[in-house]
C-alpha cells in the first residue's frame, strides 16, 4: 500500500501522519507537494491537519484550488481510500468531498485535550477493527470543529449511515449531532476532527487511532489480495 | 563639527544640525554623552537615519549597556556547551553528534499595551531565534505573570496574552508543552510574557549569523517592510506610561502563517548548503540584523534601501531601518549559490531580494535614490556603547525584614480548609484553561505535557528526551534577592530532575524594573550573584537569555523575577517520570528536610495577606546531592512518581500528587514541627516521592546512603487524601473534591 | 475602476457563537436592547474595470467560489466607483 501525505503551505502535521504510517504501517509514505496533479500510485491518501494558507479567509477554503485536490477527486472515482483529519476534514468539506461546514467551538476557543470518541460503524475500511459502539481515546486540537449541516443533509448522512465517530460525553465543541468524523456515500472518503495519527502509541497517551491505519492497511490487502498473494 | 557628507531624502526630518540643537537625540534615548560619543565616531554630526540607527542599537535591548557588568557574572562553559551567549540562541551537546538549542525572551512591553499581538509576536520572535541557528524548533515554553485575577483588565491581559500565544504557536504547529503562570498584585500593569523556544539540530549544521566574503550578496527574505514598531527596542527600554500607551503604533502584528513558511524555506536552505550566513529581523530589524552581521565577519555591509520590500508607499530610509515588521530574516549567499537559494524560496512563495552586498570597509552604507544616506561604522554599532555600573543600594525594607518573626503567624486550627484555599489560589490552582487552548501535541513527540514539574520532549529516532521547566518565585527574589537567585535555579533543575532528566544548561530572562533605581538594580546584581552560584554548584551554564528592565509603572516596579529556562537530558525513554502517584499500595516518601520557613510562602501571603521577612534557606551542596541521588534512583527504576515541594509546600505537593495520578493517600508523619510548617512551609531540596512496595527498602538505603534525609510517610490508597499529624487527623478530603476546586479557580474567575 | 464591498455574515438560521458571546457582552454591558448581533467578514476588492454589469457578475462567482461557505453563510456586495489614483 502506498500512502501519500499531502503537503499544503501551512500544513502542520503532515510530519505526524507521516511518522505514524511509518511506525505503526512500515509501508511505503510519500510527502505530495500541493502543485502536484496526480496521486496516481496511490491507494491512501492523507490530508493533514494545520493551517493551510494560515486558515485566514476559512478554514481550509483556499487549499480546495490547489492542484493536488483534483487529483484527490480523481483517487477518490477510482476508490482510493482518503483521511482527512482536522484541517484535513475541513479541506474535504470545502471542496465538497464530504457534506457540511465548520464553525468556531462554542467556547470560541482552541481547544487541545484527549477526547473519548465512540465509533459508530465497522463496516469501512478505516473502522473494521473497532467494535460498533467502542469507547476510543483519540486527542483534538481545534478552533473551528463545531461541524454543521442542515436538517436534510443530517436526515441523510443518518440514512445513509454516514456518521463514523461521535464525541463520548460531553460535546467538545457544539457539533450537530455530536459528530466527529464523517464518510461519504461510498465509505472511502473520511473526514474527522480528531488525531488518529496522535494516538498510535501509549508513550505520546493513547493507541486509540492506531487501528484505523492497520485496519484500511488489511482493507487494501483484502482488496488487492489476489494480485499480492 | 564638519559638515555631513550625507544627505537625508525625507524633507520633514530634522537635519543633523537641528539634531544637535534641539537635543531631538534625547527623546530617542540617547545621553548626550553617548551622542558626544557617536559624533567622534563618525567624525561630524549624524543625520536623522544615523541617530535612528545609533539609538536603537545602543538601546539597553539590543546592547545590555546597563545590565552586561552584571551578565558577565554568569558560569557561561561547560563540557557540554556548543554555543554560549551571543548569537541568536545557545547550544549544548546531547550526544550522537544532535544538539539542543534554546532561548527565552521577554515580550513585556508590548503585551502590556496589546496583549494578542504582544504575546504573538513574542512567539515568533523566539522561534526565528532558534530556526536561523539551523535547527528544527520542537517545542514552546513560557512564562507569564498577571496582577492579580479580580480586575477586567487584568482579565483581559490574561485572555489574550494566552490566545496570542496559543494563536501563533497552534498555527506555526510548534507544541506549546509547558510553562507557569503567576498572579500577584506586583504585576498590575506590568504583565510579563516571557516565550521559550527548544530545537534540535546536528553539530554539522550549525548557523552563524556572519556577513563574510566582500562582495557577496546579502539577500532580505520575509514580507514586505511596514511601518510597524518603529523605535520598539527603545521603547522596551523604558518605564510605561500615559505617555508610552500613546505610543501603540510601536506594535506589530504577527503572521505565524507567513513565519511557518519561512521556517520552512530557511531550514531547506540551510541544509541545501547554498548560504554563509543567516540571522532574524528582531528588534531593531534591518538594522540590527546587517550591523551584527557585518560586526561577527569583521567586514561592513551597504545596503540599497529602494530595493528593500515596502509595504507602504513614501518610506524614508529611517523608516525603513528601524521598522519592526515581523518574519523578515536577513542572508548572505556567494554568487554561486544565489540561483538555489533564491529557487528556494520562490517554491514556499516567498520575497527573496537582494538588497545589499558585503564590503571590506566595516561600514554600514545605505544608500536610497542614488544617495548615499548614512555611513556608519559598524563595531562602534555593535560594541562601542557605553556599559553602565550603576549605583547599587540596599532597599530599607530588605534592611527591616531581617528582623521580622514569620512563625509568629498563629496556627489555624482548620488545616484542610488552609489547603483548600490554597488549591483555589490561580497561581496553584490547575492551568488547563490555560493549556488547553495550547496544540500541546503536534509532531508528536509530547509525552509529558502541561501540568507536571517538567515538559517532556521525545527527540525522534532515538531513546532520549528533552525535559524543561521555566521557574521563579519572584516573591523569594523581592525578599532575599540572592537567596531567591539561587532557588529560581534549584528549583527548575529540581524539575526537570524530578522528570527523570540530568539538567544541562538554563536559559535566563531577568526582568526587572527600572536600574536607574539603586535599590532596584541591588536586585538586579544581588539576585545574578545568587543564580551564577547556583549556577556552579549544578553545573548548568547560562547559554543565553534576555534582559528586561524597566518594568515599572506610576505604583512602582513589578517583584524581581529572573526566569530560569532549564532543559536537561532524559537518557531513555524508561526513565521518564510524573508527578501523579501511580498505583494503590505504593510506598510514599518525603525526602529533604523541613523546617519552619514562611517567609515568601503561598501560606503566608494567601493566609496572613503578608509577604516578609526571609525567604527559605537553600544549601546547593545539599541539593546537589539530594538531585544525584533522586536521578540515580530514578534511572535505576525504583521510583513510580516523584514531584518537587515548591509553592503550598506538602501539602500542596500531596493534593497535586493525589489529583494526577487520580488516587488517594494515607499519609501519617511524626515531627516535632507545628502542624501548619509540616503541610505548608517552603523549605528547599524537598521532593515527594512515591515507589512501589518491593522496591521501597531499596530506594529509602540509595537516599540515605547520600546522606539525604528521608521518611516514608504513607502509602497510596483509596480515593481520599488523608494526612495525619503526631496522631491527630488534619485532612480528610476526598481527592475529587480537591480536584474540583483546584480545577475551578481558573474558569471560575475568568466566567 | 470599481471597489467592490463585499460583506459575508454567517446564515440567519445557523447559530452564530461569535455574535452571541458578543451579545451576551453587550447586555452585561448595559444594553439590553442589543440583540440578534450578527459577526461577519467585510472585504474590499478593486477590479480592474469599469463595467459594472461584468463587475457584477465576476464579484458573485468570486462569493460563490471562495470568499463565502455557502453551506454556512451568506453574502451580499455592492460596487462602487473609485477615484482614479
Not at chain 2, 203 to 226: E, L, S
Not at chain 2, 231 to 252: D, I, M, W
Not at chain 2, 296 to 307: F, W
Request: glycine fraction near 10%; hydrophobic fraction near 40%; proline fraction near 5%.
Amino acid at each position: 500500500m502506498r500512502t501519500a501525505v499531502l503537503v499544503f503551505p501551512g500544513s502542520n502535521c503532515d510530519v505526524d501522519c507521516y511518522k505514524a504510517i511509518e511506525q505503526t504501517l512500515g509501508t511505503p509514505v510519500e510527502y505530495v507537494w500541493h502543485q502536484e496533479t496526480s496521486l496516481d500510485g496511490f491507494d491512501l491518501i492523507l490530508v493533514p491537519g494545520g493551517f493551510s494558507y494560515g486558515d485566514y479567509l476559512r478554514c481550509g477554503a483556499i487549499a480546495r484550488f490547489a492542484p493536488v485536490m483534483d487529483a484527490v477527486k480523481v483517487a477518490v472515482e477510482r476508490g482510493a481510500f482518503v483521511l482527512g483529519v482536522c484541517n484535513g476534514f475541513q479541506i474535504l468539506l470545502e471542496s465538497g468531498l464530504l457534506p457540511g461546514a465548520m464553525r468556531k467551538n462554542t467556547s470560541l476557543k482552541f481547544i487541545c485535550q484527549p477526547q473519548m470518541l465512540r465509533v459508530a460503524r465497522n463496516d469501512l475500511a478505516f473502522t473494521a477493527e473497532y467494535a460498533v459502539g467502542e469507547e476510543i481515546n483519540v486527542p483534538i486540537a481545534h478552533g473551528e470543529g463545531n461541524y454543521y449541516c442542515d436538517e436534510a443533509t443530517l436526515e441523510e448522512l443518518k440514512a445513509n449511515n454516514q456518521i463514523v465517530f461521535t464525541y463520548a460525553g460531553t460535546n467538545p465543541n457544539g457539533s450537530v449531532a455530536d459528530i466527529a468524523g464523517i464518510t461519504n456515500k461510498q465509505g472511502n472518503v473520511v473526514g474527522m476532527m480528531p488525531h488518529p495519527e496522535r494516538a498510535v502509541s501509549e508513550l505520546l497517551g493513547s493507541d486509540g487511532g492506531k487501528r484505523m491505519f492497520t485496519s484500511v492497511l488489511n482493507a487494501w490487502r483484502e482488496r488487492n489480495g489476489a494480485v499480492i498473494g | 563639527m564638519a559638515q555631513s557628507s550625507v544627505k537625508s531624502n525625507a524633507a520633514k526630518e530634522p537635519t543633523a544640525a537641528q539634531i544637535a540643537e534641539q537635543k531631538i537625540y534625547r527623546q530617542m534615548g540617547v545621553t548626550e554623552a553617548e551622542y558626544e560619543l557617536i559624533c567622534g565616531f563618525l567624525g561630524r554630526n549624524p543625520n536623522y537615519v544615523e541617530i535612528g540607527v545609533f539609538s536603537v542599537m545602543w538601546s539597553e535591548h539590543c546592547s545590555y549597556k546597563n545590565s552586561k557588568p552584571v551578565l558577565r557574572k554568569f558560569p557561561v562553559t561547560g563540557p557540554r556547551v556548543l554555543m554560549g551567549p551571543g548569537e541568536g540562541a545557545g547550544i549544548v551537546d546531547i550526544g550522537d553528534n544532535q544538539a539542543v538549542v534554546f532561548k527565552i525572551e521577554s515580550h513585556n512591553h508590548p503585551s502590556a499595551i496589546e496583549p494578542f499581538q504582544g504575546a504573538a509576536t513574542g512567539v515568533g520572535g523566539i522561534i526565528r531565534d532558534i530556526f536561523s541557528m539551523g535547527s528544527r524548533p520542537i517545542a514552546l515554553m513560557n512564562s507569564l505573570r498577571f496582577g492579580r485575577l479580580e480586575s477586567e483588565r487584568v482579565k483581559y491581559l490574561f485572555e489574550h496574552v494566552v490566545s496570542g500565544i496559543a494563536g501563533y504557536g497552534n498555527c506555526i504547529g510548534i507544541p506549546t508543552v509547558g510553562g507557569e503562570v503567576v498572579f500577584d498584585e506586583a504585576y498590575e500593569g506590568n504583565p510579563l510574557v516571557n516565550a521559550m523556544c527548544i530545537g534540535l539540530i546536528n553539530h554539522d549544521q550549525i548557523q552563524r549569523g556572519v556577513a563574510k566574503g566582500v562582495g557577496n550578496p546579502v539577500y532580505y527574505v520575509g514580507p514586505a517592510t511596514g511601518r510597524d514598531g518603529i523605535h520598539g527596542a527603545t521603547f522596551a527600554s523604558e518605564e510605561l506610561t500615559a505617555e508610552s500607551e500613546a505610543k501603540r503604533p510601536a506594535v506589530q502584528v504577527g503572521d505565524p502563517f507567513m513565519e511557518k513558511l519561512c521556517l520552512e524555506a530557511c531550514l531547506e536552505l540551510i541544509a541545501s548548503g547554498n548560504l554563509v550566513g543567516i540571522q532574524d529581523m528582531g528588534a531593531a530589524g534591518l538594522t540590527c540584523s546587517s550591523a551584527e552581521m557585518a560586526a561577527k565577519a569583521g567586514n561592513g555591509i551597504e545596503l540599497y534601501l529602494d530595493e528593500v520590500p515596502q509595504r507602504e508607499t513614501g518610506m524614508t530610509p529611517y523608516e525603513m531601518m528601524l521598522s519592526e515588521s515581523q518574519e523578515r530574516m536577513l542572508f548572505v549567499c556567494t554568487p554561486e549559490q544565489e540561483e538555489a537559494a533564491t529557487a528556494i524560496f520562490d517554491r514556499w512563495g516567498i520575497i527573496c531580494k537582494k538588497v545589499g552586498k558585503v564590503t571590506d570597509d566595516g561600514r554600514l552604507r545605505l544608500f536610497h535614490k542614488g544617495e548615499q544616506v548614512a555611513d556608519m561604522p559598524v563595531q562602534e554599532l555593535t560594541e562601542a556603547c557605553p556599559t553602565y555600573n550603576k549605583p547599587s543600594k540596599v532597599p530599607a525594607y530588605y534592611e527591616a525584614n531581617a528582623s521580622v518573626d514569620t512563625t509568629r503567624y498563629e496556627e489555624p486550627a482548620d488545616l484542610q480548609a488552609v489547603l483548600e484555599k490554597l488549591l483555589d489560589v490561580p497561581s496553584i490552582a490547575s492551568k488547563e484553561w490555560v493549556y488547553n487552548q495550547y496544540d500541546y501535541m503536534v509532531r508528536t513527540g509530547t509525552v509529558i505535557g502541561p501540568g507536571s514539574d517538567a515538559a517532556v520532549v521525545h527527540v525522534p529516532g532515538t531513546r532520549k528526551a528533552l525535559a524543561t521547566s521555566t521557574d521563579c518565585n519572584g516573591r523569594y527574589v523581592y525578599l532575599d534577592p540572592e537567596m531567591g537567585g539561587r532557588i529560581a535555579v534549584a528549583e527548575a533543575a529540581r524539575n526537570v530532575v524530578c522528570s527523570g532528566a540530568e539538567p544541562l544548561a538554563i536559559t535566563d530572562n531577568l526582568n526587572f524594573g527600572s536600574p536607574d533605581k539603586p535599590e532596584i538594580f541591588w536586585q538586579l546584581t544581588t539576585s545574578v550573584d545568587g543564580m551564577a552560584e547556583a549556577c556552579r554548584v549544578l553545573e548548568t551554564p547560562v547559554i543565553g537569555g534576555n534582559v528586561s528592565l524597566y518594568n515599572e509603572n506610576t505604583k512602582g516596579a513589578i517583584y524581581p523575577t529572573p526566569v530560569i529556562g532549564m532543559v536537561g537530558l532524559i537518557h531513555d525513554l524508561d526513565h521518564i517520570t510524573s508527578q501523579g502517584f501511580k498505583a494503590e499500595g505504593d510506598a510514599i516518601f518525603l525526602i529533604g528536610e523541613t523546617n519552619v520557613e514562611f517567609g515568601g510562602s503561598e501560606y503566608q501571603a494567601s493566609i496572613f495577606n503578608v509577604v516578609e521577612g526571609r525567604p527559605p534557606v537553600i544549601d546547593l551542596a545539599v541539593e546537589k546531592t539530594m538531585q544525584n541521588a533522586l536521578l540515580g534512583s530514578i534511572q535505576a527504576g525504583l521510583v513510580q512518581s516523584a514531584h518537587d515541594l515548591s509553592e503550598g509546600g506538602l501539602g500542596v505537593a500531596l493534593a497535586e500528587s493525589c489529583i494526577s495520578g487520580k488516587r488517594g493517600a494515607s499519609v501519617s508523619i511524626e515531627s516535632t514541627l507545628r502542624a501548619d510548617a509540616v503541610l505548608y512551609s517552603e523549605s528547599q531540596s524537598r521532593v515527594l516521592v512515591s515507589t512501589t512496595q518491593a522496591n521501597a527498602a531499596a530506594f529509602a538505603e540509595a537516599i540515605g546512603k547520600a546522606g539525604v534525609p528521608i521518611a516514608q510517610i504513607g502509602t497510596v490508597t483509596g480515593e481520599t487524601l488523608n494526612v495525619s499529624i503526631n496522631g491527630a487527623s488534619k485532612i480528610a478530603a476526598q481527592v475529587s473534591k480537591l480536584q474540583q476546586i483546584w480545577k475551578d479557580a481558573i474558569p471560575c474567575r475568568m466566567a | 475602476m470599481l471597489k467592490a464591498i463585499v460583506y459575508v455574515t454567517i446564515k440567519e438560521n445557523v447559530l452564530d457563537p461569535q455574535g452571541s458571546a458578543v451579545q451576551g457582552a453587550l447586555h452585561k454591558l448595559g444594553f439590553p436592547e442589543a440583540n440578534h448581533v450578527r459577526i461577519g467578514k467585510y472585504m474590499e476588492i478593486t477590479l480592474d474595470t469599469n463595467n459594472e454589469q461584468e463587475a457584477a457578475a465576476k464579484v458573485q462567482v468570486m462569493c460563490e467560489k471562495l470568499l463565502a461557505n455557502t453551506v454556512v453563510e451568506d453574502y451580499r456586495f455592492e460596487l462602487v466607483q473609485t477615484v482614479e489614483a
